[in-house]
């Protein structure tokens, strides 16, 4: 027998954007919150640089949506990037009154700004190198103490509940969500008025990556299997400098660290950037990433190095507080001398096709985030725009919500179906697959990609989601399995997207089609079924 619990609001996932929205909507719907882990874990607790916002008297609007268009390639969506930074100092204000400890100029009250690579000024506002953990934490604390807030840690979320599943007559819409709970593991069914998906990106799609294990592309492919439309997926961000440590699981050194004047090296100490662009360390991610796999491929070498040791050792301290002391416990003193880096996936610039409130193509569901596509990274997201994409698209989508509020659901949903399946004898082959998967994409559909190399790919996905829909169909399902399975959606969308792409933009870049074309379109994919 499956659990039923009823909310007005059902949000999966618990970082800036799903917290925002609880937030915003706790006063007059009651809302429930569900987290795969503990609900401080999740990719805004890892985000360290700050929120990119027009907050000079020095900077303008126009400045900062003309550097988001220069970052994408062309490829954005003007309209949605205009109303990002329109609302992005309200957005600013909104976290200071929620309490976020933003930093500031010694003992003034002037907030300090950072530059970071793409940017034309300083904009962005931070919380020393910890921005995510301090927003994450302030949210975190005041939705706690929200009395119609309720957590649901440890929740696996499956898949999308749609009338159309249900055989309900008239329009399509979202009415709740079935969960795996990792306590008993129990499949529990929330009923929902509205349903939002901030489950993040999908990162975890690739071998090596800054984002936790929880950023296996859930929310996209359960949208997917729902109905919607996806966009973009090719355009997957690899942050150009991560510590290269095996102990350290690729753990990201901030954009800013380059912005304050940290140089990229050799192994013989020479600097290598100006050969591919003229803003050398502050050229956008890609040109970066691009560069460093460049320069190990040419060498045969397993990393490059980060160097910021010319600078006075307490503004390293002062301004990377975390980073140093990270750094310091695996030998590395970047007080001292360069840090061994490498580039790893790190931002999911596709996703779910929204509108302006972050609604989908399927009524009362919302995806906000890294799981949303919103038109506002284009081909390459710039600097910091993430976490303030989070905060202006939960907020609209909260007035949306609060406007459109209907009456309960009186829909009767069925407990989930385990009358077939059998506990699975057999779990090294998902262990087998999730390691086969992420080793062939990043072998075929990363940094440098090439026809042959994603039809390889292609073979080998279509093979391995055959596999895994036949254990899903035959097997008890585990935290596990349902991983594998969104993610081998994930990638194959990827895939897809990256074969249609007959040119480079961006993030993404192909050898045999190694120019720009004069005019483009973002990449949107159709389901021709659900299930």
């Known amino acids: 027998m499956s659990r039923h619990y009823k909310y007005d609001i059902v949000i999966i996932g618990a970082g800036a954007a799903g917290l925002t929205l609880a937030l915003e909507l706790a006063d007059q719907h009651r809302v429930a919150i ?3 882990a503990d609900i401080r874990e999740g990719s805004t607790l890892y985000a360290q640089g700050g929120v990119a916002a027009v907050l000079s008297d020095k900077d303008t609007i126009d400045s900062h949506i003309d550097d988001t268009i220069d970052a994408g390639v062309e490829l954005g969506d003007p309209d949605a990037i205009r109303f990002t930074v329109e609302h992005s100092k309200e957005s600013i204000d909104w976290l200071i009154d929620q309490g976020v400890p933003f ?5 003034s009250e002037e907030y300090h700004l950072t530059k970071e690579g793409g940017h034309s000024h300083r904009r962005i506002i931070h919380s020393a190198d910890a921005t995510g953990l301090a927003i994450s ?3 975190i604390k005041n939705a706690s103490k929200h009395p119609n807030i309720d957590f649901y840690p440890d929740r696996v979320a499956i898949d999308v509940i749609t009338t159309d599943k249900l055989g309900v007559d008239g329009p399509n819409r979202a009415v709740g969500v ?9 499949i529990e069914v929330f009923h929902g008025q509205f349903i939002s998906l901030a489950c993040g990106g999908s990162s975890k799609v690739y071998l090596y990556t800054s984002n936790p294990d929880t950023a296996s592309g859930d929310g996209i492919a359960m949208a997917w299997r729902a109905g919607c439309r996806v966009a973009n997926m090719e355009f997957n961000q690899f942050h150009p400098t991560c510590l290269y440590d095996s102990k350290a699981k690729t753990f990201l050194i901030s ?3 380059r912005g304050e004047g940290g140089k990229l090296l050799l192994p013989d100490g020479s600097q290598f950037m100006e050969k591919f662009d003229k803003r050398k360390e502050l050229a956008p991610r890609d040109i970066v990433a691009r560069a460093i796999d460049h320069e190990m491929k040419r060498l045969g070498i397993h990393h490059v190095l980060l160097d910021i040791s010319h600078k006075d050792p307490e503004f390293i301290k002062e301004h990377f507080p975390t980073i140093y002391k990270r750094c310091l416990e695996y030998g590395h003193d970047m007080t001292k001398g360069p840090i061994p880096v490498v580039p790893a996936a790190h931002y999911t610039c596709g996703g779910v ?3 302006r409130h972050s609604a989908t193509d399927i009524a009362n569901l919302y995806a906000i985030g890294e799981t949303a596509y919103t038109g506002l990274h284009g081909a390459n997201r710039l600097a910091s725009n993430s976490l303030l994409e989070c905060i202006v698209f939960a907020r609209s989508a909260a007035r949306h919500i609060s406007e459109n509020k209907q009456k309960a659901n009186d829909i009767t949903i069925p407990d989930w179906d385990e009358s077939k399946v059998t506990n699975s004898d057999e779990d090294v ?3 087998h697959n999730w390691q086969e998967l992420r080793r062939f994409m990043w072998d075929y559909v990363g940094i440098v990609r090439t026809d042959k190399r994603l039809l390889r790919a292609k073979h080998r996905v279509d093979l391995l989601q055959s ?3 036949e254990f899903y169909t035959n097997y008890k399902v585990s935290n596990d399995l349902l991983e594998l399975r969104n993610l081998a959606v994930v990638a194959d969308l990827i895939i897809r997207s990256a074969m249609s792409r007959k040119e480079s933009r961006g993030l993404h870049f192909t050898l045999d089609y190694p120019n720009k074309l004069a005019t483009s379109t973002p990449t949107i994919l159709t389901p021709k079924n659900t299930d």
């Not at 079935?178 to 129990?186: K, R």
């Open 34 to 36: 569900l987290t795969k």
């Open 103 to 107: 930093t500031r100029y010694g003992e």
């Open 137 to 139: 934490k302030t949210l």
């Open 178 to 186: 079935y969960a795996l709970n990792l306590d008993d593991d129990v």
């Open 255 to 257: 954009e800013a660290v």
């Open 353 to 355: 096709v929204v509108n």
């Open 429 to 431: 082959v998902i262990t």
């Open 467 to 469: 596999e895994i829909q």
